[in-house]
């Protein structure tokens, strides 16, 4: 059985930083690429970033490019989205994803992610 956990949400003031996680265990983790995506109230599900396999291969939106960071730790079955500077327009529920099906890059669709977190909720206040 696949399972991704999200963490490390909250409610945090405009400018400030946090750290969001995901554990993923019942798959070997090194050999999946890993997405982050998020939903705001209201709003269609959109892609915020990627990595490959090996986190040599890293993608992002280009609202959050400069500010936010996916790394990932394959000794840990870890992989992590820092976001700094954030904006009231962050506020979303952020789901991590599995890509169990791709090989050497990540991608930004999500018919391209085989499991799913139920998300952990990043509110940002003006």
């Known amino acids: 059985q696949v399972q991704l956990i999200e963490s490390g949400g909250g409610l945090v003031q405009a400018g400030d930083s946090l750290r969001v996680s995901c554990t993923v265990s019942?798959?070997?983790?090194?050999?999946?690429?890993m997405g982050w995506f998020r939903q705001a109230p209201g709003k269609a599900r959109e892609f915020v970033g990627c990595i490959s396999r090996n986190g040599t291969i890293t993608k992002y939106k280009n609202a959050v490019k400069g500010r936010y960071t996916i790394s990932r730790d394959n000794a840990e079955n870890m992989v992590y989205l820092q976001m700094n500077t954030l904006k009231p327009e962050d506020t979303a529920t952020y789901y991590c994803a599995a890509d169990t099906r791709h090989w050497r890059t990540c991608f930004s669709e999500d018919y391209d992610y085989d499991y799913w977190g139920l998300g952990t909720q990043v509110t940002v206040s003006s």
């Open positions: 019942g798959y070997t983790f090194s050999t999946i690429n």
